[in-house]
């Protein structure tokens, strides 16, 4: 039997970080779409950010993307986020938005381009040095389209190469953590295009590179869960990326498409001791909201994230253990449906109530009047997002 006690203290223990951008104009490849109230600057951002952490208990941490983030002290913002209860997370760099990089940015054939993207890849460890966050989180855009364009070979080799010296910049207690994306915006080859060309460069960097599991980053039909399990038993699983997506990179709310799969994924985390500390897995929403509201699309998913770990942790891992060593298969499979099937929505109301929360996020949030005053008080100046 699973001890209800632990996994309560796994619950209230657990962090979510959410993504700035989350809280800004987003939309599709077409069009972004406006919405009323949303931030005008990244102090507004995380005044939006604080309202989820208020209403869940469970998200802290606010990842930073420059430069849309920029500001012109980064430890103001740190000190500001710091006033309403939460801390900058991962540090998140841009080479796919400037003109510089519409053929690559670090693997770029020219090197002077290559030399402007390595700058502003060092410009964000520096701004992780002034607040204080752990990670630099790099997704490269860079790939080819047509067959010949370029040499595969050698853009791996300015890869490394650009990895490599901003690797050494790192402080002792600071991270790399490289994403990696099937395809798009580069159809013919993806120079990081999953998690083996990931995990490949950060074995040669060393200890302090883990890669990023983005789940709408795969093929359809890729087994993600076993990724992680791998990664896990590496020692290279850095940090999630969660979102859902129903074909490539849809960014749609963590779970929002097939929550069986996010219980799938995070029942090896919790079995592999993901969630411990030492493991330093950072879990992160990577996602934008375009037609919903966005601090109440940033609770649910934080709310899904919530209710699949509950799901995970109720996993009877002994049963489970048993009926695989015995060669059970249906047994074994019914230990996870069993997990999976429990209606976790009331554990979790008590996990919020012992911690002094409203044992609904969302009622939370509703009640306390900040959507009404963020329309009502953000008018004029330009709202943030991320252009198109």
């Not at 290559?114 to 410009?123: S, Y």
């Not at 190469?161 to 402080?171: D, F, K, S, T």
């Not at 399990?229 to 999630?240: H, I, N, P, V, Y």
């Not at 489970?320 to 059970?328: H, K, T, V």
């Given at each position: 039997?699973?001890?209800?006690?632990?996994?309560?203290?796994?619950?209230?223990?657990?962090?979510?970080?959410?993504?700035?951008?989350?809280?800004?104009?987003?939309?599709?490849?077409?069009?972004?779409?406006?919405?009323?109230?949303?931030?005008?600057?990244?102090?507004?951002?995380?005044?939006?950010?604080?309202?989820?952490?208020?209403?869940?208990?469970?998200?802290?941490?606010?990842?930073?993307?420059?430069?849309?983030?920029?500001?012109?002290?980064?430890?103001?913002?740190?000190?500001?986020?710091?006033?309403?209860?939460?801390?900058?997370?991962?540090?998140?760099s841009?080479?796919?938005?400037?003109?510089?990089f519409?053929?690559?940015?670090?693997?770029?054939?020219?090197?002077?381009?290559?030399?402007?993207?390595?700058?502003?890849?060092?410009?964000?460890?520096?701004?992780?040095?002034?607040?204080?966050?752990?990670?630099?989180?790099?997704?490269?855009?860079?790939?080819?389209?047509y067959?010949?364009?370029?040499?595969?070979?050698?853009?791996?080799?300015?890869?490394?190469?650009?990895?490599?010296?901003?690797?050494?910049?790192?402080?002792?207690?600071?991270?790399?953590?490289?994403?990696?994306?099937?395809?798009?915006?580069?159809f013919?080859?993806?120079?990081?295009?999953d998690?083996?060309?990931?995990?490949?460069?950060?074995?040669?960097?060393?200890?302090?590179a883990?890669?990023?599991?983005?789940?709408g980053?795969?093929?359809?039909?890729?087994?993600?869960?076993?990724?992680?399990?791998?990664?896990?038993?590496?020692?290279?699983?850095?940090?999630?990326?969660?979102?859902?997506?129903?074909?490539?990179?849809?960014?749609?709310?963590?779970?929002?498409?097939?929550?069986?799969q996010?219980?799938?994924?995070?029942?090896?985390?919790?079995?592999?001791?993901?969630?411990a500390?030492?493991?330093?897995v950072?879990?992160?929403?990577?996602?934008?909201?375009?037609?919903?509201?966005?601090?109440?699309?940033?609770?649910?998913?934080?709310?899904?994230?919530?209710?699949?770990?509950?799901?995970?942790?109720?996993?009877?891992?002994?049963?489970?253990?048993?009926?695989?060593?015995?060669?059970?298969?249906?047994?074994?499979?019914?230990?996870?449906?069993?997990?999976?099937?429990?209606?976790?929505?009331?554990?979790?109301?008590?996990?919020?109530?012992?911690?002094?929360?409203?044992?609904?996020?969302?009622?939370?949030?509703?009640?306390s009047?900040?959507?009404?005053?963020?329309?009502?008080?953000?008018?004029?100046?330009?709202?943030?997002?991320?252009?198109?």
């Amino acid at each position: 039997m699973t001890d209800l006690s632990a996994v309560k203290a796994a619950l209230k223990a657990q962090e979510i970080e959410t993504p700035s951008w989350g809280y800004g104009n987003s939309g599709t490849r077409f069009k972004v779409f406006a919405q009323e109230g949303v931030p005008r600057d990244p102090f507004e951002k995380l005044e939006d950010a604080a309202q989820v952490h208020a209403a869940t208990g469970v998200a802290p941490r606010v990842s930073l993307h420059i430069p849309w983030d920029r500001v012109e002290d980064y430890a103001v913002l740190a000190a500001f986020a710091g006033e309403r209860g939460l801390t900058l997370g991962a540090v998140n760099s841009n080479t796919f938005q400037d003109d510089d990089f519409r053929i690559g940015s670090v693997c770029h054939p020219d090197a002077k381009v290559r030399r402007k993207a390595v700058e502003h890849l060092l410009e964000c460890v520096d701004i992780m040095d002034a607040t204080g966050s752990r990670d630099l989180k790099l997704w490269f855009a860079d790939g080819t389209n047509y067959p010949g364009q370029d040499d595969i070979t050698a853009r791996q080799d300015r890869l490394a190469e650009a990895l490599a010296e901003v690797y050494a910049r790192l402080g002792d207690e600071q991270r790399m953590i490289l994403e990696y994306k099937l395809f798009e915006p580069a159809f013919y080859t993806t120079d990081v295009p999953d998690w083996g060309t990931s995990y490949a460069h950060c074995l040669k960097l060393g200890p302090k590179a883990k890669v990023v599991v983005d789940t709408g980053h795969h093929a359809p039909g890729t087994n993600i869960e076993f990724i992680v399990a791998f990664l896990l038993r590496e020692g290279r699983l850095g940090a999630f990326d969660f979102n859902s997506r129903f074909y490539a990179d849809d960014d749609l709310m963590v779970g929002s498409a097939d929550p069986f799969q996010l219980f799938r994924i995070l029942h090896e985390v919790a079995k592999n001791d993901g969630f411990a500390p030492g493991k330093q897995v950072a879990f992160m929403l990577d996602q934008c909201h375009n037609i919903e509201g966005k601090i109440p699309a940033v609770i649910r998913s934080v709310m899904n994230v919530q209710e699949a770990t509950a799901k995970a942790l109720l996993v009877d891992l002994d049963a489970l253990g048993a009926a695989q060593q015995a060669g059970d298969v249906l047994g074994a499979n019914a230990v996870l449906m069993d997990a999976y099937n429990t209606d976790v929505r009331p554990l979790l109301a008590e996990v919020r109530a012992e911690q002094g929360l409203n044992p609904d996020p969302l009622a939370a949030y509703r009640a306390s009047g900040w959507q009404q005053r963020i329309v009502a008080e953000r008018v004029g100046g330009t709202q943030a997002g991320w252009g198109a």
